[in-house]
C-alpha cells in the first residue's frame, strides 16, 4: 500500500509542476508579443512621424526654393545694368521770330544743363537761317525736342537716331580689367628680374599693354559722354520774301566768270599736255639736227666741186 500512495503523490507533484512552468512559458510569450506589439506600434508611429515630418520638409524646400527662385529673378531684374543708348536728334524747322528764337534756344539749352556746339549763320536775300549742334544731358532730351518746336511755325523734318554701345562698352570694361591683371603680373615679374634683358623685354610688354589700356580707356570715355550728353542738330531759318524765286541758273557776272576759269585752266591742261610728250619732241628734234647736218655737208661738198 505504502509503494502506490509514494508513487501517486509523486505523480501528482510533478503534474503540478508541469501546469506551472506551462502557465510561466504562456506568461512569457504572452509578453514578448505584446513588446513585440508595442514596438511595432512605436516603429509604424515613428514611420507615420517621419513621413509626416518628410512631407513636411519637402514642402517646405520647395517653398523655399520657389522663394529663393523668385528672390533671385528680382535681384535680377535689379542689377541689370541700364542700356547703353546713344541718341542723336534732326530737326527742321520754320520760325516767325529769327532772333527770339536764337534766344530762346540757348536759354533752353542752359536751363537743362547742356552747351551749344557749332553754329552756322546764313543770311540769303529772301531767308536768314541758322545750323546749330546742341549737346544736352540724356535725361532731357525729349523735353527739349519738344521745348525746340513749340514756337515753330513748320516741322519741315524731325528724325531721331538711337545705337545701342552697351555690347561695346561692357567688351571694354572687361578688356581693361583684363589689361590691368596682365600688367599687375608684369610688375611682378619686373621686381624678380635680375638680368638687363629680362627687364627690358618685360618693360616693352608693359609700355604696350599701358597703351592698350589708355586707348581703352579713352574710346570708353568717349561712350560715357555720348551716352551721357546727346546730340541734337538743329536747323532753324526765317522767310524773309515768301514770293522770291532764286534764278534758274547763274547770272552773266557768274557766267563770265567762270568762262575766264576755265580758259586758263585749258591753257594750263595744255601746257602740261606739251610736257607729257617731251620724248616725241626730243626725237623730232634729233632727226631735224641730223637732217640739218647731212643737207650742210652734202651743200660743202657741191661748193667744193
Not at 8 to 35: K, M, P
Not at 102 to 117: A, C, I, M
Request: proline share 3%; aromatic share 10%.
Amino acid at each position: 500500500m505504502k509503494y502506490p500512495l509514494y508513487t501517486v503523490l509523486c505523480s501528482a507533484i510533478l503534474f503540478a509542476c508541469n501546469n506551472n512552468s506551462s502557465e510561466n512559458s504562456y506568461g512569457t510569450a504572452t509578453d514578448e508579443v505584446a513588446v513585440s506589439e508595442d514596438q511595432y506600434e512605436a516603429s509604424a508611429e515613428v514611420e507615420s512621424n517621419t513621413n509626416a515630418s518628410g512631407l513636411t520638409a519637402n514642402f517646405a524646400d520647395q517653398s523655399s526654393a520657389k522663394s529663393t527662385e523668385k528672390t533671385s529673378v528680382t535681384d535680377d531684374l535689379k542689377a541689370s545694368p541700364k542700356p547703353m543708348l546713344i541718341k542723336t536728334g534732326y530737326l527742321d524747322l520754320e520760325v516767325k521770330d529769327y532772333a527770339g528764337y536764337r534766344n530762346e534756344v540757348e536759354s533752353l539749352v542752359n536751363k537743362y544743363g547742356g552747351y551749344l556746339g557749332n553754329e552756322t549763320e546764313e543770311n540769303q536775300t529772301y531767308r536768314i537761317s541758322n545750323r546749330m549742334t546742341l549737346r544736352i544731358p540724356a535725361a532731357s532730351f525729349s523735353t527739349i525736342m519738344k521745348g525746340l518746336e513749340t514756337n515753330s511755325i513748320r516741322i519741315d523734318g524731325r528724325r531721331i537716331e538711337v545705337e545701342d554701345v552697351g555690347e561695346e562698352y561692357a567688351d571694354l570694361e572687361a578688356r581693361i580689367k583684363a589689361k590691368k591683371a596682365v600688367q599687375e603680373r608684369y610688375l611682378s615679374i619686373l621686381q624678380k628680374a635680375v638680368k638687363i634683358d629680362d627687364i627690358l623685354e618685360v618693360e616693352e610688354k608693359l609700355r604696350v599693354i599701358r597703351e592698350e589700356t589708355e586707348a581703352a580707356q579713352g574710346r570708353l570715355k568717349y561712350l560715357s559722354n555720348q551716352i551721357n550728353f546727346c546730340t541734337i542738330h538743329l536747323y532753324f531759318y526765317k522767310t524773309i520774301d515768301a514770293n522770291y524765286t532764286p534764278p534758274a541758273g547763274p547770272g552773266f557776272i557768274s557766267r563770265l566768270w567762270k568762262g575766264v576759269v576755265k580758259g586758263w585752266e585749258a591753257v594750263l591742261n595744255f601746257t602740261i599736255g606739251v610736257v607729257y610728250l617731251w620724248p616725241l619732241w626730243a626725237v623730232v628734234a634729233i632727226i631735224i639736227f641730223i637732217f640739218r647736218k647731212k643737207k650742210f655737208s652734202f651743200g660743202f661738198r657741191r661748193t667744193k666741186e
